[in-house]
């Protein structure tokens, strides 16, 4: 049994900042450490020592670390940890890189400054403490730790390839719902009646029509982003359905945020209206595609300068996260960067309509002009062209896609958690040995 004890890692090595930009690499014969997980190469070199290189600067690299024995240069995005005291500290850098790696997200959340743009503070990282284990527990140990975090990262890569079977066979599915594919059998069970919009699409359109405002029938320039949609998701429909622009099913309003600033708290001081942005539609797919509670409430001064949509309104994002979609299951309000859609006559249309998005998301976003950051307008939205069944093959379509999303969304819950205990295991190796120490 040997004694361990905390210690800060600026007692344990000396820590300076790479010296390299990535911009004036100039290819050669010398290890060039970046941020990023593989290494690049460089004509000169200022170490020539052992060594942890640390990412302290770069967005989802954080707190990576590298081991290094040799001739190299870092990037000025990394600190370069060197042995300090060796009488006092005496350094197995291997064991200690495994250290590093089981500690990440601990370190980088205790040491990290900012917000948009993140990176470890040089001041909390050399203060931040971390168990020093004597130098003849770190020889004795470091293969035991290796041979735990392989097996650990070989499960990780698996439930990263589950994760990623999942959320294919969640597009599968939405795919060969707004295809017919989904409910080809409930075709041949229910044939087409005329004049019935029950089970027939051309009734339907005509229903739709007659209910339809006036008012709402200008349709936009979309910026030809529908060609190139037909190019890149040829969809084969059932020969009773239609195709139709999305304007045709229903309402399509821009969201309203007159004021300016956005942010001024006059807008919502003391408010009891909801407020919903992008993020909180965005969040929904975590819950069943219902936007949770809003964050922030306007007061009457906001709601007058803003406007209140139903609940059920099914909300799209036209900007920052693009084409994500949630139903409101309250009043509320939202900006100009969320598009509410409401249909002319009950039904499944809005489902319909989400599946429809969710299964171009990607195009979308692809093909989305761009100035500032990337979004599209009302247009593109009112000219997307969208499969139309009949209704009673709607709710059929709708009422299958949530068993089967149902049951993936189970998968998908099983796999994180075995993922997240799985990750847990590093902290648990690393307890006992504590316990051991």
Known sequence: ????????????????????????????????????????????????????????????????????????????????????????????????????????????????????KESINRGNFSNYEIPYFPIDFQLANYQRFVDAKNTI??????????????????????????????????????????????????????????????????????????????????????????FVNLSELGDLERGKSKHRPRNDVRLFSNGEYPFVQTGDVSQSKYYGYEIQPASKYYNDFGLAQSKMWKAGTLCITIAANIAETGFLTYDACFPDSVVG?????????????RYYIDSIKVILEKYAPATAQKNINLGILETLKIPLPPLAEQKEIVARVEQHIQTITQLETQIATRETTTKQLMQCILKDAFEEG
């Open 341 to 353: 859609f409401t249909p002319y006559i009950d039904g499944d249309f809005s489902n319909f309509v």
């Open 1 to 116: 049994m040997s004694e361990w004890k905390k210690v800060k890692i600026g007692d344990i090595f000396a820590i300076e900042k790479g010296s390299l930009q990535s911009s004036k690499n100039t290819p050669g014969k010398y290890d060039f450490i970046t941020a990023a997980s593989e290494w690049k190469n460089h004509n000169s070199y200022d170490h020539d020592c052992e060594a942890i290189v640390y990412a302290v600067a770069a967005s989802g690299s954080l707190g990576r670390a590298h081991y290094v024995n040799g001739k190299f240069i870092a990037s000025d995005l990394c600190f370069i940890l060197t042995e300090k005291n060796k009488d006092k500290y005496p350094v197995n850098f291997l064991f200690y890189q495994i250290i590093f790696e089981m500690l990440r997200d601990e370190i980088v959340s205790k040491t990290k400054t900012g917000t948009s």
């Open 153 to 242: 990262k070989t499960l990780i890569d698996e439930y990263e390839k589950q994760k990623s079977y999942a959320k294919q066979l969640r597009q599968n599915i939405l795919q060969e719902a707004i295809e017919g594919k989904l409910s080809t059998d409930w075709r041949k069970q229910h044939p087409v009646q005329k004049g019935n919009p029950d089970y027939d699409a051309e009734a339907l359109f005509d229903k739709i029509q007659a209910e339809k405002k006036l008012s709402k029938s200008k349709v936009r320039s979309s910026n030809n982003i529908q060609e190139k949609i037909d190019d890149d998701f040829v969809l084969d429909i059932p020969q009773n359905w239609l």
